[in-house]
C-alpha cells in the first residue's frame, strides 16, 4: 500500500536481457515513501540487474520505470532527460565501495556533490563533514581509502550517496565484502537510515537483518519476482518452494558457521 502517497519507484513489466537470455522477466515492483525493501534470492537471479535497471545503469529491453512521479524508461526506450539527475535521485550503494583512491574521505564524499551538482566548495565541505559525522566517521576525514577497513570505505561510499541528497538510496549487496565486525558498523549504519525515513531497496543476503528492517521482502528467482509480503509471511511462512529450499539453505550454513 502506498497510503496514496507518490510511490518512489515504480517498475511495470520489466524484462530485461543478456544475449538473447532473460534474466529479468516481467518484474513490477513498487516502493513507497520511507519503506524498506528487501530483495533476496540465489546468485544469479538477477537481483543485481534489478537495481541497475533501476537508475539506468542497464538499459531494459521493455516495460515502465517511474522515479518519484516521473517517468524515466517507457516504451523500450529511455524517456529521462537528464541521467546525471535521475542518478542523484536514485542513489546506489556497491558491494565493492568504488572511492577514488587517491581522495580523502572528506574529498570522495564532496567530489559527486562538486561534480555531479554543481555544489559550491564550501558547501560540498560543510555536508561532507555532516554526513561522515552521521556515519560515525567524523575522526577518519582524512584518511585514505587504503588506510581504512572496508566498512568503514562502505560508510563513506554511504555518505556519498546520501551527499547527493537521494530519494531512495539501492544498495547492492554492501555487506558481502566485509568481515563481520565491519558488517555490523555498515548495517548499524542502514538501520539509522531506515529509522530516519530513508526510502530503500536492499539487495542483501543477510536474511535475519532483512527480516529486522524490512516492510517488504521480495524473493526473486529466475529473473521473477517468485513470492513479496512482510518479512513474516516471506521468511517464515513461504509458499512457494523455491523460496523455501533458498531458506533451508541459508539456515543450513547458518547452522555450519555456527557449529565450526
Ligand atoms: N553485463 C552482463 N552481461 C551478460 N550477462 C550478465 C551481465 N550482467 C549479469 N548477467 C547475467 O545475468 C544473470 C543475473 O545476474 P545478477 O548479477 O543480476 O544476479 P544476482 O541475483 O545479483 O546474483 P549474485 O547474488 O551472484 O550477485 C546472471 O546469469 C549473470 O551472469
Same mark, same amino acid.
Given at each position: 500500500?502506498? %497510503? ?9 513489466g520489466?524484462? +530485461?536481457?543478456? @544475449?538473447g537470455?532473460t534474466v529479468?522477466?516481467?518484474? @513490477?515492483l513498487?516502493v513507497?515513501?520511507?519503506?524498506i525493501?528487501?530483495? !533476496? ?6 537481483k543485481?540487474?534489478l537495481? /541497475? ?12 520505470i517511474?522515479?518519484?512521479g516521473?517517468?524515466?524508461?517507457? %516504451? %523500450?526506450?529511455?524517456?529521462?532527460? @537528464? ?6 535521485? #536514485? ?13 580523502? &574521505? ?5 567530489v559527486a556533490?562538486? +561534480? &555531479?551538482?554543481?555544489?559550491?566548495e564550501k ?9 561522515? +559525522? ?8 582524512l ?8 566498512? *568503514?570505505?562502505? /560508510?563513506? &561510499?554511504?555518505?556519498r ?6 530519494k531512495?538510496?539501492?544498495?547492492? *549487496? ?17 538501520? $539509522?537510515?531506515? @529509522?530516519d525515513?530513508?526510502?530503500m531497496v !536492499? ?9 529486522? !528492517?524490512?516492510?517488504?521482502?521480495v524473493f ?6 517468485? $513470492? ?5 509471511? #516471506?521468511l ?5 518452494a ?9 539456515d543450513?550454513?547458518?547452522d555450519?558457521?555456527?557449529h565450526?
Amino acid at each position: 500500500m502506498t %497510503g496514496g502517497q507518490t510511490p518512489v519507484v515504480t517498475i511495470e513489466g520489466l524484462v +530485461k536481457s543478456f @544475449d538473447g537470455r532473460t534474466v529479468i522477466d516481467n518484474v @513490477d515492483l513498487t516502493v513507497a515513501p520511507g519503506r524498506i525493501v528487501s530483495v !533476496i534470492g540465489q546468485s544469479g537471479g538477477g537481483k543485481s540487474t534489478l537495481l /541497475r535497471c533501476v537508475n539506468l545503469l542497464e538499459k531494459p529491453d521493455r516495460g515502465r520505470i517511474v522515479i518519484a512521479g516521473e517517468e524515466v524508461f517507457a %516504451g %523500450g526506450r529511455v524517456v529521462c532527460d @537528464d541521467l546525471a539527475r535521475l542518478r542523484q535521485s #536514485v542513489g546506489m550503494v556497491f558491494q565493492r565501495f568504488h572511492l577514488f583512491p587517491h581522495l580523502t &574521505a572528506v574529498e570522495n564524499v564532496m567530489v559527486a556533490q562538486r +561534480k &555531479a551538482a554543481g555544489v559550491p566548495e564550501k558547501q560540498a565541505l560543510e555536508t561532507a563533514v555532516r554526513l561522515l +559525522k552521521r556515519v560515525h566517521l567524523a575522526h577518519r576525514g582524512l584518511a585514505f581509502p587504503d588506510q581504512m577497513s572496508g566498512g *568503514e570505505q562502505q /560508510r563513506v &561510499a554511504i555518505a556519498r550517496a546520501l551527499a547527493l541528497q537521494p530519494k531512495v538510496l539501492l544498495f547492492d *549487496e554492501p555487506t558481502s565484502a566485509l568481515d563481520p565486525e565491519s558488517t555490523r558498523e555498515v548495517l548499524r549504519v542502514m538501520r $539509522e537510515l531506515a @529509522d530516519d525515513g530513508m526510502t530503500m531497496v !536492499i539487495v542483501t543476503h543477510e536474511v535475519p537483518f532483512a527480516r529486522r !528492517i524490512s516492510d517488504r521482502v521480495v524473493f526473486l528467482d529466475g529473473g521473477r519476482i517468485i $513470492e513479496q509480503g512482510t518479512p513474516a509471511e #516471506v521468511l517464515d511462512h513461504p509458499t512457494h518452494a523455491r523460496t523455501r529450499e533458498f531458506l533451508t539453505s541459508f539456515d543450513e550454513i547458518t547452522d555450519q558457521e555456527t557449529h565450526s
